[in-house]
């Protein structure tokens, strides 16, 4: 596949406490990038997103698959699978019903949903 890291799922979101744009990529949770604009942001957690994974291959580690490949494989993964996602989505949705807006712990919303 040469280098997956341009399937990557990156997030770029601005931090008050930083007071600057960070990047983060699903795939490597360890890394971030702090930097001016989201432009910026973007390309810098790129490219260390990269150097990280052509690190791993020089030390004959296997690199994360990217989470879209992951969902056309079929592979198995941590990250949440689209089933989850779409049942965490509709658990939120339903939390901001009047019935449920007590449930603050997901997992009682869950509960109380399956009860």
Known sequence: MGNPTNHYTYKIEWSDEDEE????VLELPNLSWLDKTPDQTLN?????????VDDM???GKEPPIPLSDRYRSN???????????????EAKRVAK?????GYRDM???FAHLNA
């Open 44 to 52: 810098g957690i790129q490219q260390v997103a990269r150097e990280c």
């Open 75 to 89: 592979q198995s993964t941590d990250v949440p699978n689209k089933e989850t996602i779409s049942a965490m989505r």
């Open 57 to 59: 291959t020089k030390q």
């Open 97 to 101: 019903d009047e019935h449920t807006r």
């Open 107 to 109: 997992n009682a919303l």
């Open 21 to 24: 744009w960070v990047g983060t």
